[in-house]
Nanobody, 120 residues
Framework: VQLQASGGGLVRPGGSLSLTCVASGFTSGQYAIGWFRQAPGKERKGVACISGSGSATVYADFAKGRFTISRDNAKNTVYLQMNSLKPEDTAVYYC??????????????WGQGTQVTVSS
């Protein structure tokens, strides 16, 4: 199982970024995939999760109304659209999977992470 995250960068407060996670080594539609983030000196936190079929999504409170998770199983790809970004969204973002259930911080499979920096 491999997860490749990309799309991070530097953006001003209020701006938007779209993260992409390409999965390989398993049939994408079988596994739930989540996004986690880790800011310097802080523990990893779950951001959002999407079911294997894409029919169910879960968001952390700080992500609700600003972030949207989606997936295209034909492309084995999961997306995280982030709008109205704030400086406190600055972190390394990881895509994660651990089977059919939404992954936890102790999940088995982690992508390499992509840096998101929100700063003026």
């Amino acid at each position: 199982v491999q997860l490749q995250a990309s799309g991070g960068g530097l953006v001003r407060p209020g701006g938007s970024l779209s993260l992409t996670c390409v999965a390989s080594g398993f049939t994408s539609g079988q596994y739930a995939i989540g996004w986690f983030r880790q800011a310097p000196g802080k523990e990893r936190k779950g951001v959002a999760c999407i079911s294997g079929s894409g029919s169910a999504t879960v968001y952390a409170d700080f992500a609700k109304g600003r972030f949207t998770i989606s997936r295209d199983n034909a492309k084995n790809t999961v997306y995280l659209q982030m709008n109205s970004l704030k400086p406190e969204d600055t972190a390394v973002y990881y895509c994660v999977t651990d089977g059919r259930q939404c992954p936890t911080a102790g999940a088995t499979y982690w992508g390499q992470g992509t840096q998101v920096t929100v700063s003026s």
